[in-house]
């Protein structure tokens, strides 16, 4: 069964009993692991019980590919349905699921996380076909998504967002769900529940989130966009002093710049309640920028992306030599 994204977040939560296994993947690694969580939680909500959960990773069943049917099939000491989780899936383990979805073993429920599989991946053909089984998608939250979360959020707090306030956190806090959550989590603690028609301006919004790590991710990319070598390299050292994320820094830029590349092409796409705001960021942030070298920017960034999460080497010295290559890059003729 194919789960699209609108649909990912109500069936990650409560998944049709007659699933046995679920494919959850995608290029937003940090909503990979929420949906995943959410699955693994409404069957098993303490996650800390040995007994009833196996972690296994993908490197673990290429050595051994019987142990995902003895912890499928293991029956839990203390009783209840059991979660096995795999991680870092490949197409190079379609041939064993393809084997447990034809006969499963136990009730135990597997949950198999992935990154980006292409649409002709043999392992997400395999979920997306089958009926006891489904593929989750997960790409990064549009600004729309993340504006309905951060609604959903603070609304069930007591508080509304002006519309301002709502389309800043929203272009700063989308590019991941896991950063998104947290931030939220973090502004419903500072403000507390909300009286009768209490609202959040944008003001407040700047104020409460723009010293956190977040923002500092944002303001990073930004400046790698505006071509701002200078802003940059004061950023870089801020970022160095408070621990930033290179990697999510890198991230981050690599995601502002394909938001642009898809607004070049789409001319802005649909509204979504605050377009002039959303549409004059865009044209300003695509302002220097043709096609060959969102192109470049793009590549080297998804490159210094996959180095800082796949190799031995430092991820600090590989990510700021990326944000500065992509900055130049809009100052060259």
């Not at 609108?6 to 009993?17: G, M, N, R, T, V």
């Not at 909503?31 to 409404?42: P, Q, T």
């Not at 870092?88 to 006969?103: M, Q, V």
């Amino acid at each position: 069964m194919r789960v699209t994204s609108s649909d990912a977040d109500k069936l990650s939560a409560a998944p049709p009993k007659a699933w046995v296994a679920a494919l959850v993947f995608g290029s937003n690694t940090g909503l990979v692991r929420e949906r995943a969580d959410r699955l693994a939680k409404s069957i098993v909500p303490d996650m800390s019980d040995a007994f009833r959960v196996a972690d296994l990773g993908a490197d673990v069943l290429r050595k051994d590919p019987a142990r995902l049917g003895d912890e499928a099939g293991a029956i839990s000491m203390f009783g209840g349905r059991r979660v096995v989780r795999v991680r870092d899936a490949t197409d190079g383990l379609a041939e064993l699921f393809e084997g447990f979805l034809s006969e499963p073993l136990g009730d135990s429920f597997v949950i198999i996380e992935a990154g980006e599989l292409t649409k002709t991946s043999s392992l997400r053909k395999l979920f997306e076909g089958a009926k006891v089984a489904a593929a989750i998608e997960c790409y990064d939250d549009r600004p729309e998504d993340a504006a309905r979360l951060i609604r959903e959020t603070l609304g069930a707090t007591g508080w509304e967002v002006e519309a301002d306030a709502l389309a800043y956190l929203a272009d700063a806090l989308a590019t991941d769900r896991r950063l998104l959550r947290s931030e939220l989590d973090k502004l419903s603690a500072y403000l507390g529940k909300g009286e009768k028609g209490a609202k959040l301006t944008r003001a407040e919004a700047v104020m409460m989130v723009g010293d956190s790590g977040a923002v500092e991710i944002d303001e990073l990319a930004d400046a790698v966009v505006a071509g701002d070598l200078k802003l940059l390299d004061r950023l870089i050292a801020k970022g160095t002093e408070s621990g930033v994320s290179w990697t999510g820094a890198v991230g981050a830029a690599l995601r502002l710049f394909q938001r642009i590349g898809a607004f070049a092409e789409g001319g802005g796409g649909p509204s979504w309640g605050r377009s002039s705001y959303y549409e004059q960021r865009m044209q300003a942030q695509l302002s220097g920028w043709d096609h060959a070298r969102l192109v470049k920017a793009m590549r080297v960034l998804a490159e210094a992306e996959a180095q800082t999460r796949l190799t031995g080497f430092p991820e600090t010295a590989i990510a700021q030599q990326a944000l500065t290559q992509v900055a130049m890059l809009k100052g060259r003729r």
